[in-house]
């Protein structure tokens, strides 16, 4: 060893320091394989057995799929909110809606209710009431357009025409039958909400063409076609509803009376707003 510089140090053992290593070359440094690129792993390690999947007792409600599930169906009230509770009112093909309509053109049978017992329906009602509703504003905007056309004036649709057919209608369908409903389940004489909706929705359907009829401009015509329509229309009812409202008492008469007189009030209503066109 030169006094500065070091050539070569002793082979010995020298506390504190690190022996040298010889160079060995490039060292290829190999890594474990890894199951990380599959999610869950495939493989368990560890104390918690399954580690991928809940513990047995955990509560996995938020995993479960509700749709489709008989156990997530609601009950009570809460089912009338769903579609799956006025399925069975719709369950019906063209011939059952067409041979119901064919069965209010003849109101003296008094055998709807009879016939629509097991299955009443609220697609032909809601179709009933709708067509209604656009063959009344259409009718009596054609026919106050020809007349303005033929006077040479100038001519503006009336929206009020839909929606206030809209509400004559369908509010007379909801709230007549549900306020018969009440009447008679106070009489003792409980009947089918859905039924009386069956009922009175199906008894519309006479009006549809007694509108298209009042495009003649003759208001005598026009008073004997919204007088015979009515007519129908009420005894349709009126005697469908007997047989059942018998069983109330003596004052069946006065319902029977009542309902008949209020269907012949609703003829005149729509004679009155919708049957009056002027050419």
């Given at each position: 060893?030169?006094?500065g510089?070091?050539?070569?140090?002793?082979?010995?053992?020298?506390?504190?320091?690190?022996?040298?290593?010889?160079?060995?070359g490039?060292?290829?440094?190999?890594?474990?394989?890894?199951n990380?690129?599959?999610?869950?792993?495939?493989?368990?390690?560890?104390k918690?057995?399954?580690?991928?999947?809940?513990?047995?007792d955990?509560?996995?409600?938020?995993?479960?799929?509700?749709?489709?599930?008989?156990?997530a169906q609601?009950?009570?009230?809460?089912r009338?909110f769903?579609?799956?509770?006025?399925?069975?009112y719709?369950?019906?093909?063209?011939?059952?809606?067409?041979?119901?309509?064919k069965?209010?053109l003849?109101?003296?049978?008094?055998?709807?209710t009879?016939?629509?017992?097991?299955?009443?329906?609220?697609?032909?009602?809601?179709?009933?009431?709708t067509t209604l509703?656009?063959?009344?504003?259409?009718?009596?905007?054609f026919?106050?357009?020809?007349?303005?056309?033929l006077?040479?004036?100038?001519?503006?649709y009336?929206?009020?025409?839909?929606?206030?057919?809209?509400?004559?209608?369908?509010?007379?369908?909801?709230?007549?039958?549900?306020?018969?409903y009440?009447?008679l389940?106070?009489?003792?004489?409980?009947?089918?909400?859905v039924q009386?909706?069956?009922?009175?929705g199906?008894?519309?359907?006479?009006?549809i063409?007694?509108l298209?009829?009042?495009?003649?401009?003759?208001?005598?015509?026009?008073?004997?076609?919204?007088?015979?329509?009515?007519?129908?229309?009420?005894?349709f009812?009126?005697?469908?509803?007997?047989a059942?409202?018998?069983?109330a008492?003596?004052?069946?008469?006065?319902?029977?009376?009542?309902?008949?007189?209020?269907?012949?009030?609703?003829?005149?209503?729509?004679?009155?707003?919708?049957?009056?066109?002027?050419?």
């Amino acid at each position: 060893m030169m006094a500065g510089k070091y050539t070569h140090l002793d082979d010995q053992k020298v506390s504190g320091s690190v022996p040298a290593v010889p160079d060995q070359g490039e060292v290829a440094i190999k890594f474990a394989d890894s199951n990380l690129h599959t999610f869950p792993p495939s493989q368990t390690q560890g104390k918690i057995s399954g580690g991928s999947r809940p513990p047995r007792d955990a509560d996995d409600t938020f995993s479960k799929t509700t749709f489709g599930s008989e156990d997530a169906q609601p009950s009570g009230w809460f089912r009338s909110f769903t579609a799956d509770a006025y399925k069975p009112y719709f369950d019906v093909d063209t011939s059952d809606v067409l041979e119901r309509i064919k069965e209010s053109l003849f109101p003296f049978r008094g055998s709807f209710t009879e016939k629509t017992a097991d299955n009443p329906d609220l697609y032909g009602p809601f179709w009933i009431c709708t067509t209604l509703i656009f063959v009344a504003a259409s009718i009596s905007t054609f026919v106050t357009y020809i007349a303005h056309k033929l006077k040479n004036q100038d001519w503006a649709y009336d929206i009020n025409l839909v929606t206030w057919s809209a509400g004559v209608f369908y509010g007379y369908v909801l709230i007549v039958p549900l306020g018969l409903y009440v009447i008679l389940k106070y009489f003792s004489a409980p009947s089918g909400l859905v039924q009386l909706f069956c009922l009175y929705g199906y008894s519309l359907f006479v009006f549809i063409p007694a509108l298209c009829l009042s495009v003649v401009p003759l208001e005598i015509f026009r008073w004997v076609i919204a007088g015979i329509a009515g007519f129908m229309s009420a005894t349709f009812v009126a005697l469908n509803l007997r047989a059942h409202i018998v069983s109330a008492g003596e004052r069946w008469f006065l319902i029977v009376a009542a309902i008949f007189l209020l269907q012949v009030a609703l003829s005149i209503v729509l004679k009155l707003y919708l049957f009056t066109v002027t050419v």
